[in-house]
């Protein structure tokens, strides 16, 4: 693999239903946003099938597709391994390391 460095103002950990209103909210701000997960696929348990009217994927749908738009910086099977001095973490995953340098982690 390959160790890459990234920037941004703001690096929230867990794209969960709180982690992607809050890149959201903070995209819409102006702000540069990553957001990583472990998993495969964002949403946590949004995905899970509790959804009987549909509401929860609705919201899913719209809100990554605003996330996109917006200029969010989505990473998925990513998993946050280290966080060292001056907000700089370490993102592993299966294509090799991630260096960000974070105004601010959430």
């Known amino acids: 693999g390959t160790t890459r460095r990234l920037h941004c103002d ?4 867990g794209a969960g239903a709180a982690g992607l209103a809050a890149a959201r909210t903070l995209a819409t701000a102006g702000l540069s946003v990553l957001v990583v997960d472990e998993n495969a696929q964002p949403g946590g348990t949004l995905g899970y099938d509790h959804d009987a009217d549909g509401a929860a994927q609705g919201w899913l749908r719209e809100t990554l597709a605003a996330l996109t738009n917006g200029g969010v910086t989505l990473m998925t099977s990513t998993c946050a391994v ?10 592993a995953r299966a294509d090799g390391l991630t260096l960000v340098d974070a105004r601010t982690i959430i």
């Open 10 to 13: 703001v690096l929230i950990v």
């Open 82 to 91: 280290g966080c060292y001095a001056d907000r700089l973490v370490a993102l």
